[in-house]
């Protein structure tokens, strides 16, 4: 069993759609981390996590720590959103997810 | 610099061979990481440095592979004895402390042929 679990795995949406990928972990931990990888490029690190939510431009994070789950949202999806999503998280070691390929389709 | 760098971009390399990949961290962060992502996998934890704290090594996928941190700047990732299985893109991130945001080196595509 993996320490951490994303689904979906693989995500088509249409323009403009709300998209949530979740992701749940079964270890203790310090933070959560959702990081984003487009095709062919590199890791960006969109958020760090230890409670609560957070926002940036059309992303929001939230992770509730008592249920080991964390949430990615994406508003008024855009093809240039379309990437891998990875969910990773340290405490005593480092555990990432396989993370969730999406494509948003114009 | 303004953000991590790594170095090289790319490394073709014979099996067998010895390899040295660097990583120059954001000035200042004290954390420093190195994790592997082989084709169509995720990615692996490898080795994480902490101030002068003795690393952890947990990670790293046998005893050929090391890596060092001097001066709590820069750090060299080796690999002896080069195997094709090694064959990756391996990334470098730095933070300021453990648990703040990463951020994330280019990478180094190793081919091992």
């Known amino acids: 069993k993996n320490e951490v679990e994303q689904s979906p795995q693989n995500l088509t949406a249409q323009e403009g759609e709300f998209i949530t990928i979740n992701c749940s972990y079964s270890?203790?931990?310090?933070?959560l981390h959702w990081l984003q990888q487009h095709p062919g490029g590199g890791i960006v690190s969109l958020f760090m996590l230890s409670s609560g939510k957070k926002k940036h431009g059309r992303l929001i994070a939230t992770i509730n720590i008592q249920e080991k789950h964390s949430s990615l949202h994406i508003t008024a999806s855009h093809p240039r959103d379309s990437a891998v999503y990875i969910c990773a998280v340290t405490g005593n070691q480092f555990y990432f997810g396989t993370g969730t390929s999406l494509t948003v389709i114009p | 610099g303004a953000g991590v760098s790594q170095s090289p971009s790319n490394k073709v390399t014979e099996k067998g061979k010895d390899v040295e990949l660097r990583c120059d961290p954001i000035s200042g962060h004290t954390a420093l990481y190195w994790y592997r992502q082989s084709l169509g996998q995720g990615l692996e934890f490898l080795i994480y440095f902490q101030g002068n704290s003795a690393p952890d090594k947990s990670g790293l996928p046998s005893d050929r592979f090391s890596a060092e941190r001097t001066g709590g700047s820069v750090s060299t990732l080796t690999i002896q004895r080069t195997q094709q299985e090694d064959s990756a893109v391996y990334l470098c991130?730095?933070?300021?402390?453990?648990?703040?945001?990463?951020?994330f080196g280019s990478g180094t595509r190793l081919t091992v042929v």
């Open positions: 991130a730095s933070s300021q402390y453990r648990s703040y945001g990463y951020t």
């Open positions: 270890v203790g931990i310090s933070a």
